[in-house]
């Protein structure tokens, strides 16, 4: 839990404010009752209004003490714990984006999402309960036990008997409602789960008429939600109207019994009053624990879900060298890749190599790792056996930040995020000048945009998906990198825009390209084409060359010569 607690380092010096502030609130919560038992036995038994209204003075001077000591306490607890919760999101965002495709298959996408929201809120509000409750709460209660004995009086044992039936209560509501709250983040991951698919899959899910059966997907997942929630709250709730007749009965037994030490003149009227107000702090600050013993079963869920995620072994780590040569060359060294608990490799024994100023095609069937091949180069996950090797090193001996400035990777899916055109294109590159941008737009065909301000909505959804391929491959080739990869990223281009998009793509001088596609048109001058099947490469060569020799690849040719000899 250690590195749960780091972000709090840096905030001992208002954590140490809270305390003054809560010792001082306490202090002045303590006197009041000494006052009420002063006024009661001196003032109001000898008549003397005057010591009636300066001891008066003084507890209206101790509540505005108190009353800014709150406020303090407030203050400084709210920076605290929301500063930790923005901080320790900071530090989980950090993680996340180093995880690989291992880790985010161990740890879900809609669980990261609940885990950085929900369950750091978790944690938010209880290190803002702790800081406002639970210190408080022990000061309170022990000063208010010192305060009661030194009254001198022999009803203590009510409070001892009070307390007793409170840790009674609290057991039997804990031991009722603990195992729920890890049933509640489980149910919420699911939710999450189930609300993302749904608004991922509303295009299929209308053309397949399946509303229905979403939607009563969604509802029992929902009801179960509900279900659990009623069950947890319902026990938790009714511990409120039991305290408070237990902290009633306590009252009535002070009462009755003081009653009798009073008529035999052993305790006086005011220390009865004074003992009451004391036995009522003790209860409450037995409460104020006991409601934090209710919810640390969530705040353990909750921290141990995070501290998953800042615990969990990364599986691409950085290496130590930082220096990478100008125009270097990639090669593939008997490369291997199973996937997380798969059985079947998924690429075998792939060897090729990526040049300056030269480009390498690889196309094959759906799933045969044309997309692993290229997932291996930025190391978004590494090789099972075999090397990949930079200038006769490991890349795995370079720096993460060094290896992936070399590299320019277009993928399969084009992504834009939420802002303008501008923003979006400064991700490729992020001190490029308006001048630049324009000229990697007009590189790739972009011929659509009116200026660069230009909003782009959430993943770019006012575009369509060749439009966003063209933005996608703008802002790849808008920054200066010694290798570029583009997987499958001009399937929905046309065949002139995808021709006059890969004429401009020769300037990219000195560098090495690497196209992954199903298009022969897209491949067919390529300086070398890897064809690949069940995750071997089975021949390699120019288009002239494959054709005659490759079977696979003369297939592939047969079933698109007409939109080749289009395109010719």
Known sequence: MKKLIAPLKNKIGQIFAIFLFLVVQVYCDLTLPQYTSDIVDIGIQNANFQFIIDTGMMMLLMVAISALATVGVSYFSSRVSSGYAKDLRKIVYSKVLKFSNHELNKIS????????????????????????????????????????????????????????????????????????????????????????????????????????????????????????????FRNMLIMLPLMTLLMNLMIVLILYFGAYDAMRGSILTGDIIAFIQYSTQVVTSFLMIGAFFIILPRLLVSGRRVNEVLTTDLTITDGELTDISENPTIEFKNVSYKYPNSEKETIKDISFSLKPSKTTAIIGGTGSGKSTILNLIPRLQDPSSGEILIDGKNIKLFKLKGLRDKISFTPQKAILFQGDIKSNMLTGKNDATDEEIENALKMAQVDFVSNLKEEVSQGGSNYSGGQKQRLSIARAIIGKHDFYLFDDCFSALDMNTERLIKNNLKNLKDSSILIVSQRISTIIDADEILVIDNGEIIDRGTHSELVGSCEIYTEIVNTQIDSMEALS
């Open 109 to 232: 996408r809609s669980s990261l999402i609940t885990r950085s929201t929900n369950d750091i809120n978790q944690l938010q509000s209880v290190l803002a309960m702790i800081f406002t409750t639970i210190l408080f709460a022990p000061l309170l209660g022990v000063g208010s036990i010192i305060k009661a004995f030194e009254l001198g009086t022999n009803l203590s044992w009510i409070i001892f008997v009070t307390f007793i039936g409170v840790v009674i209560l609290l057991v039997i509501v804990i031991v009722r409602v603990l195992p729920y709250f890890k049933v509640i983040q489980e149910i919420m991951d699911k939710i999450n789960r189930t609300s993302r698919e749904i608004l991922i899959g509303i295009p299929v899910i209308k053309a397949f008429v399946r509303q229905d059966y979403e939607e009563e997907k969604f509802r029992k997942i929902n009801e179960e939600f509900y279900d659990v929630n009623i069950y947890v």
